[in-house]
């Protein structure tokens, strides 16, 4: 008796953590997290730079930033996304009764964060990109309808002048050539993101009128222009170096543009592959490691 009351707790342990870690893996995918993630590493990334490091505590800063973005335009786009990301959607829609007080959570310890850095400049930024960000969601996404690639252009602009304006409050310098190189390289990387997701919503966004790029392109053709921006992204950093204003470990980051290159492919041959997606969220996660990492080594 006492053999199968202890078999039967083995069993509903491992249930239960079975369960724990289903949860804690829909949460990282569908809550926002890998996205909010990669946030931080565009700020490591540039803290990398030399000359350019901002201390910790704005990486935590940047990551509740995003996450209450991301958050609330999945909770919003919940029931057009059943189509073309079914667990995110059901993720939101299974949480409506609780998302108030989660989003609450997020703003509460993002205005402790802002107030233990007590800096008023990044503190405009934050909720200047904030304010930005669910602008989108809530009144110029309409704007696609009429202009077209309005919606990648925008995103893409807002998420690399807000994270470039909050590495400018934490340390301050002039706003010379590399910070321009710098800029174009993450926005060209960022829209060349934001049109790949657009892709998974070509038909939804199609028919509800949005000129996205996918929409307005078409699969293959926006798969060649991926192809194209993968390579362009890189030219400023090899400006800069060849400039003289950016190291020669930099380039480095080409790497990146080879990972990019193999999520592309396996997008286009299994485009049902919902697998694709957080393989494009976590490229950005390894713009830090490599960069660190070529530095690394050029100092040997």
Not at 174 to 181: A, G, Q, S, Y
Not at 272 to 291: I, Q, R, S
Request: aromatic share 14%; hydrophobic share 55%; glycine share 8%.
């Amino acid at each position: 008796m006492d053999h199968y009351i202890s078999v039967q707790s083995v069993r509903h342990g491992y249930a239960t953590l079975a369960k724990l870690i289903a949860g804690f893996q829909d949460e990282a995918i569908y809550g926002g997290h890998i996205t909010a993630t990669g946030a931080v590493a565009k700020v490591f990334f540039i803290s990398a730079l030399p000359g350019l490091w901002v201390g910790t505590l704005p990486f935590l800063i940047a990551y509740i930033s995003a996450l209450i973005v991301y958050s609330f335009d999945y909770y919003r786009s919940a029931e057009n996304d059943m189509i073309t990301n079914p667990g995110r959607a059901a993720y939101f829609l299974g949480m409506s009764s609780s998302f108030p007080y989660r989003m609450l959570a997020y703003a509460a310890i993002l205005a402790a964060s802002l107030a233990l850095y007590a800096s008023v400049t990044l503190t405009i930024v934050v909720f200047m990109m904030a304010a930005l960000g669910i602008a989108y969601s809530v009144f110029l996404k309409k704007i696609t309808r009429y202009l077209p690639g309005f919606k990648n252009v925008y995103t893409s602009g807002v998420w690399t002048a807000g994270t470039i304006s909050g590495v400018l409050a934490c340390c301050p310098v002039p706003l010379e050539t590399t910070v321009i190189l710098i800029f174009l390289f993450m926005f060209l990387r960022s829209l060349g993101n934001v049109i790949y997701f657009d892709l998974k919503d070509i038909l939804p966004d199609g028919a509800e009128g949005l000129k996205t790029v996918p929409a307005c392109l078409g699969r293959e053709k926006t798969f060649a222009l991926l192809g194209a921006l993968n390579v362009v992204s890189f030219l400023p950093l090899a400006a800069g170096v060849m400039m003289g204003v950016l190291p020669a470990y930099v380039l480095a980051m080409t790497a990146i543009g080879i990972f990019t290159f193999y999520y592309l492919r396996q997008a286009r041959a299994r485009p049902d592959n919902y697998l694709n997606y957080p393989l494009a969220d976590a490229e950005t996660l390894l713009w830090p490691a490599v960069l660190l990492i070529a530095g690394g080594i050029s100092a040997l």
